[in-house]
C-alpha cells in the first residue's frame, strides 16, 4: 500500500469524523424510559383464609423516593373471580391490566356461554406475557400477585418480571418479602390454616403497620381486598393505627 493509500485508509478508517458518511450514519431517536421504573408501589400482601383468599396494599405511588400519588389503587378486579395486586412500575400495571381485560375478560362477554376466565388461567396468562416481554429485553417492571376462588378452591399465585412464577397459601412482595412475609407464615401454621376472614384481613393489617414503620417506600392508608365465594370485594381505604410517641423515635 502506497503511502497516499495508506493516507486516505487512515482519512477514511481512523481521522475521519463518525458522520463523515451519510448511508452509515444512525438515525437519532427519541430516549425511551421503558426500562426505568418511574412512579412505582411497594409492597403487596396476601394470605389464604378459610373460604377465600384476603390481599392488602397501600395507595402510595412513589415518584423516585418521593411520596407523589397518595390515592393509587394497586388492587384490581379482573374478572368474576379473581384479584390482581401490583408491585412495582404503576403504568406498566395499567398496561397489564389493559391487556387482560382485552385478551380475556371481553372475550368471556363476547363468548357469551357462561364461563369465565378462571385465577388459574388469568394467572398463567400474565406469566406468559411477562416472560415474553423480558425475553424481548423490555420488560414489565412488575411483581404480581393474583388472588382467586372459584368452585370452592382458593388460588394464590406470584409472578414477577422475568416471569418465575408461584403459588403459596401466604406472599409478600416488595420490602414485604423480608419483613411480612415470617409474620404471615408464622400466623399460618400456629393457626394450621384454620384462618377465618376478619383473623385474615387483621394479620394484613398488622404487616402492614410494621412495613409502615420499616419501609421507607409505605403508606399509612391501605386497601384490603377479599374473594370468596360472592366473588371480589376491594375495600374502600383505610388509615392505620400508629404510634410514634415512643422514646426511641
Given amino acids: 500500500m502506497s503511502m497516499d493509500n495508506f493516507g486516505l485508509y487512515k482519512l477514511m478508517h481512523e481521522d475521519a469524523p463518525k458522520n463523515n458518511n451519510p448511508l452509515l450514519e444512525q438515525p437519532t431517536l427519541a430516549k425511551t424510559h421503558t426500562t426505568d421504573p418511574i412512579v412505582t408501589g411497594t409492597s403487596v400482601l396476601a394470605i389464604k383464609f378459610n373460604g377465600g383468599v384476603a390481599i392488602a ?9 418521593m411520596a ?68 424481548k429485553f423490555d420488560p414489565l417492571y412488575n411483581v404480581l400477585v393474583i388472588a382467586g376462588y372459584e368452585n370452592g378452591k382458593a388460588f394464590l399465585g406470584q409472578t414477577d418480571y422475568l416471569g418465575t412464577h408461584f403459588e403459596d397459601v401466604t406472599l409478600a412482595t416488595g420490602y414485604g418479602s423480608y419483613i411480612a412475609q415470617p409474620i404471615l407464615r408464622k400466623f399460618y401454621s400456629e393457626k394450621n390454616g384454620n384462618i377465618t376472614e376478619q383473623e385474615a384481613k387483621d394479620i394484613l393489617k398488622k404487616c402492614l403497620t410494621v412495613l409502615f414503620y420499616r419501609d421507607a417506600r409505605a403508606a399509612d392508608k391501605v386497601q384490603i381486598a377479599v374473594i370468596n365465594d360472592q366473588g371480589p370485594k376491594i375495600d374502600e381505604p383505610i388509615k392505620l393505627e400508629t404510634q410514634w410517641t415512643f422514646k426511641g423515635f
Fill in 57 to 65: 396494599a397501600d395507595t402510595l405511588a412513589s415518584y423516585g423516593s
Fill in 68 to 135: 407523589r400519588f397518595r390515592d393509587i389503587e394497586r388492587l384490581k378486579s379482573f374478572g368474576k373471580y379473581t384479584i390482581v395486586g401490583a408491585s412495582g412500575e404503576y403504568s406498566d400495571f395499567q398496561y397489564i391490566e389493559e391487556q387482560v381485560k382485552q385478551s380475556l375478560i371481553d372475550r368471556d362477554y363476547q363468548l357469551d356461554d357462561g364461563r369465565s376466565t378462571t385465577p388459574r388461567e388469568i394467572y398463567q396468562y400474565l406469566v406468559r406475557v411477562l416472560y415474553n416481554r423480558r425475553n
